[in-house]
């Protein structure tokens, strides 16, 4: 049985060491590794050993009684988290650890948000209970206060036929067959272990065990009980379907898909459909462990191989029969300008940048060439850093990073129509499209009414293609659009003078007519804030709260702690964790979320700062482009819509 889990947790709290202790207890390894000796299996990368956290999310292979594990060691710090949604995707189960001395802490609760998410069955290790502080009652309460109160706690392996008496209790209370049957009939292991499993696979019973990773306690019990009570249930007899989870560039410059198989089989040199109708032939499977690799002829459902041959594949790709892409929600709310030595030729640069973005999306590089410059999107100052020290390592590439800023999006407050004609000589194309504000945070969406008299339904496409191939330049400082729904109501052609383009510039021209044509709005990044204080410091925080433009709900209290939920702008509330440790000399506690974008507090300051020229700008225009006696000629946003030929 194929089993992919994943190790999760907040820095710190053991999760590294807790990995190689599977890896040693299962033989994988002949000696545990430490983050503190720079000598764990998993943190191979020069990087992860220098740092002592998790960067990369890496693989490891063990074999325990029946099942075959593909090991993913995940990043603990917030900067990493898209990498560490990515890996959630493909598991079957994961472990959160928890350190028994600091408790649940803001990474936590952010991992434990994206498994359920995920539907992803859950196990908890409250790990270094030999340490001094430990307290593993406590960091129970707090798993069922802050994250579900049903949460069982097992003290010993129940893979042995025994149960005890608190576990069968606490299970049967919540099934009222099962509580009926034990009235009647007592306890049978096998009736409650079975039910133990099908509600930890449903994702309504959460497993908690505790123990010392680094002393080897508790360890055995965990793999035994964790062994027991997961399975999975992956064809190989049907077609081969897959995901890919990750893109690395290995030392000889080779690009590696790695993807997890979810049914069926894949061989060397078959031929794999994916993304937009691309198929390319498989020219390698290899299975990695940690850094090393074998080949393999063939992968069957349920492994996680990494494949060579597939050159367009992208983070996300479904393969095969599976054909949807994965949809990821952790993305960088800031953006960063990289800073070049006078000698280097940065448009050359831009290639190794590439590479980057193709194992890491959420990177979003973007390239100015009118600027010649080379921008990033990022998750914070950290990812910066280990960037300037990657780009060194791999590429020899010397290079700093301006402070990053906040990344704003734009939408509309109106209904409108835009209108956009292009038609220089010998070219030809009309759109025109209603244009409305969506629900926030909703993206942008696209359907057609166009009739297939007025244009054909490949055409129809192609427009809604272009609105949603790339983000758009809104008018107020160049930012993104968003939250709009276009619909494509009628539009024209030319038999003889159409040509490749000509609607992508007609469509581009309505979308930035129509926007010319209502009020459009800023909107800036917002954090949801989960904040734990001593409740006489509660004053303090509300009162910094709106300080900051963000709001709050009523505010909870338990025992002498205040617990205060709500939103703030990311520009604002930022650098609020170090206010918080200050003032509350480290106890009180912060977790930070992207909660979406909405109206921007100081819309009027950061559109004077960025100062952008809507009619400057080389990618778009609201103008129309028209033809008379063999001459083109442009006419402004606001005298084109008299002039469609569709009225």
Same mark, same amino acid.
């Given at each position: ?7 999760? $947790? ?29 000598? &764990? ?52 189960? $994961?472990?959160?650890?928890? &350190? ?124 035994? &009980? ?37 049914? #069926? ?234 040509? #490749? ?120 225009? &609201? ?25």
């Amino acid at each position: 049985m194929n089993k992919t889990i994943g190790v999760l $947790a907040h820095v710190d709290a053991g999760k590294t060491t807790f990995s190689e202790q599977l890896l040693y207890y299962t033989n994988s390894i002949k000696e545990r590794g430490r983050v503190d000796h720079q000598s &764990s299996f998993l943190d191979s990368h020069e990087l992860e050993k220098q740092r002592g956290i998790t960067i990369f999310a890496d693989q490891a292979i063990f074999d325990y009684e029946h099942s075959t594990y593909y090991l993913i060691d995940t990043p603990g710090h917030v900067d990493f988290s898209p990498e560490m949604e990515r890996a959630i995707q493909v598991m079957d189960a $994961a472990i959160i650890v928890i &350190s028994a001395v600091e408790g649940i802490e803001a990474h936590t609760e952010t991992v434990w948000e994206l498994l359920q998410k995920h539907k992803v069955p859950t196990f908890f290790f409250i790990n270094k209970i030999d340490r001094t502080g430990a307290n593993v009652a406590n960091v129970i309460d707090e798993i069922r206060h802050q994250l579900t109160e049903n949460v069982c706690v097992i003290s010993s392996s129940v893979a042995t036929g025994t149960m005890t008496d608190d576990v069968i209790e606490w299970i049967a209370e919540r099934d009222e067959a099962l509580l009926d049957r034990y009235m009647e009939q007592g306890y049978e292991w096998r009736a409650w272990t079975n039910n133990l499993k099908q509600k930890i696979q449903s994702s309504e019973i959460f497993p908690c065990f505790s123990g010392s990773a680094l002393q080897d306690i508790g360890v055995q019990e965990f793999i035994e &009980s964790f062994e027991f009570l997961t399975v999975t249930d992956y064809r190989i007899e049907h077609a081969f379907a897959g995901r890919v989870y990750k893109i690395r560039y290995d030392e000889s410059g080779t690009r590696v898909t790695y993807i997890k198989v979810l049914s #069926g089989v894949l061989n060397v040199r078959d031929e794999i459909d994916y993304g937009d109708g691309e198929q390319e032939k498989v020219t390698q499977i290899r299975r990695y462990n940690g850094k090393q690799f074998q080949q393999i002829n063939q992968a069957a459902a349920g492994e996680i191989v990494a494949l060579t041959g597939l050159t367009k594949a992208v983070v996300g790709d479904g393969l095969g029969v599976l054909q949807k892409k994965a949809i990821y929600e952790m993305f960088p709310i800031l953006r960063s300008k990289v800073v070049f030595e006078a000698a280097i030729n940065v448009k050359e640069s831009l290639k190794y940048f590439r590479i980057l973005e193709a194992e890491d999306p959420s990177l979003n590089v973007i390239w100015e060439e009118k600027l010649q410059q080379i921008q990033l999107h990022v998750m914070g100052n950290i990812q910066l850093e280990v960037l300037e020290q990657v780009l060194l390592a791999r590429f020899g590439l010397q290079v700093t990073f301006e402070k990053p800023e906040i990344i704003y999006k734009e939408t509309i407050t109106e209904e409108t129509i835009g209108y956009g004609h292009f038609e220089p000589l010998r070219h030809y194309a009309e759109v025109h499209l209603r244009i409305e504000p969506a629900k926030r945070n909703s993206g942008i969406s696209f359907e057609s009414r166009c009739h297939a008299d007025d244009l054909t339904t490949g055409i129809q496409n192609l427009i809604g293609q272009h609105l949603l191939e790339k983000e758009h330049h809104g008018l107020l400082t160049g930012s993104a659009i968003t939250d709009l729904n276009i619909t494509l109501l009628t539009g024209r052609d030319h038999n003889k003078h159409t040509h #490749g383009g000509d609607f992508r510039e007609a469509t581009l021209r309505a979308l930035r007519q129509g926007l010319e044509k209502v009020d459009n709005i800023l909107l800036e990044p917002f954090y949801q804030f989960k904040i734990i204080v001593h409740i006489e410091q509660m004053g303090r925080v509300l009162s910094d709260i709106q300080s900051a433009y963000g709001s709050f709900d009523p505010p909870m209290t338990d025992g002498d702690k205040a617990i205060l939920v709500g939103k703030a702008p990311v520009d604002t509330f930022m650098d609020y964790s170090s206010t918080l440790a200050s003032f509350t000399q480290g106890k009180g506690r912060i977790n930070l979320t992207f909660a979406g974008y909405y109206p921007c507090h100081n819309e009027r300051e950061i559109i004077e700062r960025i100062n952008y020229d809507k009619n400057a700008d080389p990618e778009y225009s &609201s103008s129309s482009v028209f033809c008379a006696k063999g001459t083109g000629f442009t006419v402004k946003w606001d005298e084109a819509e008299k002039m469609m030929h569709c009225l």
